[in-house]
T-cell receptor
């Protein structure tokens, strides 16, 4: 079974702090994704990566950056956390870049920015 | 541009009753269509997906969905709901030349005993 793990289930940070969310997949998948999930808005794509050191902006990249130094690991970085970044963050991976590939999700990190 | 609409924010059914969750999409060509389920405190899990061929797709946990091109719909159905089906359900659409999925806003299912 594909396993996608996220470093924290719950996180509380202060406004202005730099925040790192880590995601690791164990199936040698090419693509990795970061989404945020908010009530009434569904999932919105922040960034995705189709290869090591490669990244592309999603629909809401502002205020975020990402890093993919190793194939299995994809990090989301909030350079200076703000209260409007309080949300659930979901990481996903898929075998290739084709749209028909199943995305496998981690359990999510619920971030509260005070 | 692609889009997905799930018109029902919240649905409540009795255990044992049938279920239909609605999903409408907007896309010029034949899309790739997915249903995911998110149980409380969990990530999303794929229920089923449609690319081509038979328009009635069987998935896990006894779910099925039917692709209707004329109605731009991909509704999810289950003949008899179990209490463990209480969750949030997301419809998603993908396009041929993109890595990305577009998700609907979700439908929360509540099941009464």
């Amino acid at each position: 079974d594909v396993k996608v793990t996220q470093s924290s289930r719950y996180l509380v940070k202060r406004t202005g702090e730099k925040v790192f969310l880590e995601c690791v997949q164990d199936m040698d998948h090419e693509n990795m994704f970061w989404y945020r999930q908010d009530p009434g808005l569904g999932l919105r794509l922040i960034y995705f990566s189709y290869d090591v050191k490669m990244k592309e902006k999603g629909d809401i990249p502002e205020g975020y950056s990402v890093s993919r130094e190793k194939k299995e690991r994809f990090s989301l970085i909030l350079e200076s956390a703000s209260t409007n970044q309080t949300s659930m963050y979901l990481c996903a991976s898929s075998a290739s870049g084709k749209a028909q590939e199943t995305q496998y999700f981690g359990p999510g990190t619920r971030l509260l920015v005070l | 541009a692609q889009s997905v609409t799930q018109p029902d924010i919240h649905i409540t059914v009795s255990e044992g009753a049938s279920l239909e969750l609605r999903c409408n999409y907007s896309y010029g060509a034949t899309p790739y269509l997915f249903w995911y389920v998110q149980s409380p405190g969990q990530g999303l899990q794929l229920l089923l997906k449609y690319f081509s061929g038979d328009t009635l797709v069987q998935g896990i946990k006894g779910f099925e969905a039917e692709f209707k091109r004329s109605q731009s719909s991909f509704n999810l159905r289950k003949p008899s709901v179990h209490w463990s089906d209480a969750a949030e359900y997301f419809c998603a659409v993908g396009a041929y030349n993109t890595d990305k999925l577009i998700f609907g806003t979700g439908t929360r299912l509540q099941v009464f005993p």
